[in-house]
């Protein structure tokens, strides 16, 4: 039996944290699934299926790691998809209080879900999505930072030259 595990998020773009987080996933699990979630919330510049296609070029190199969409709660999710874990970075202490949250409930929910928690690369420690969106819209470098096909997509989406 392959063990599954989904690595979650909004992935508005997919960074190289997020990357380097779902390549040493592979190191533990057989396969790893990049669910990318809709969250009107966070108000997205990339649609879902924008995102969907950039974290699939963006892994393309790995073997074993798809990316699927999902909506509602992650632990369902999981179950559907088959899977035994939910991988979560974490990149500062600040992170780590909610997360803490999220997995005690995931597990109150589905006690046959584990949490795996992975510190970032030290390269990778300070780079948010968000982060990422603002030093391009100021026409900041970010390469390095995520992968070639997000760099023309962040470029060509806010227009940049």
């Not at 992935?11 to 040493?24: Q, S, W, Y």
């Not at 699934?33 to 393309?60: G, M, Q, W, Y």
């Amino acid at each position: 039996m392959k063990r599954i595990a989904i690595v979650p998020g909004t992935f508005d773009p997919i960074t190289n944290g997020h990357i380097d987080l779902v390549e040493r996933s592979l190191r533990i699990f057989d396969r790893v699934i990049v669910a990318a979630a809709p969250n009107p919330k966070k108000k997205p510049l990339f649609t879902l299926d924008e995102r969907l296609d950039l974290i699939r070029h963006s892994t393309s190199h790995l073997k074993g790691v798809t990316a699927e969409a999902f909506d509602g709660l992650l632990v369902e999710y999981v179950s559907r998809a088959g899977g035994v874990a939910i991988v979560r970075g974490l990149r500062a202490v600040s992170d780590f209080e909610y997360e803490l949250q999220m997995a005690l409930m995931n597990r109150r929910l589905n006690t046959e879900v584990e949490t795996v928690f992975m510190m970032p690369s030290e390269e990778y420690s300070y780079i948010t999505s968000t982060i990422i969106k603002e030093v391009a819209s100021f026409g900041g470098r970010i390469d390095g930072l995520v992968s070639g096909p997000v760099n023309a997509a962040l470029l060509a989406k806010l227009a940049i030259k």
